[in-house]
Nanobody
Framework: QLQLVESGGGLVQPGGSLRLSCAISGFTLHNYVIGWFRQAPGKEREGVSCITSSGVSTNYADSMKGRFTISRDNAKNTVYLQMNSLKPEDTATYYC???????????????WGKGTLVTVSS
């Protein structure tokens, strides 16, 4: 059974860092792209970043470029999202998703984790 489990969220002060993990089981990571999405209260889910099986990454929003970095470890079947210089507006539930192709449109991703909450506050 295909499963994605996010971890690493929590409370962090503005300017701080967090590394989120997405542990994948039930399928071979090599065959899929993995995307990170986030959803703030009252807002639509938005694409953060995506990484292909060969390690090519795409960041979807200018507000996160230079601060968020996606990476993957195929041997560990895990994808990471390193988040630096966090801002209060980064507060959201962060989800990882899998599919054959990357997309910033969440409706195009077939497999989802349950999310991990990131709160940026002093």
């Amino acid at each position: 059974q295909l499963q994605l489990v996010e971890s690493g969220g929590g409370l962090v002060q503005p300017g701080g860092s967090l590394r989120l993990s997405c542990a994948i089981s039930g399928f071979t990571l090599h065959n899929y792209v993995i995307g990170w999405f986030r959803q703030a209260p009252g807002k639509e889910r938005e694409g953060v970043s995506c990484i292909t099986s060969s390690g090519v990454s795409t960041n979807y929003a200018d507000s996160m470029k230079g601060r968020f970095t996606i990476s993957r470890d195929n041997a560990k079947n895990t994808v990471y999202l390193q988040m630096n210089s966090l801002k209060p507006e980064d507060t959201a539930t962060y989800y990882c998703a899998a599919d054959v192709f990357c997309s910033s449109d969440y409706v195009r991703m077939d497999y989802w984790g349950k999310g991990t909450l990131v709160t940026v506050s002093s």
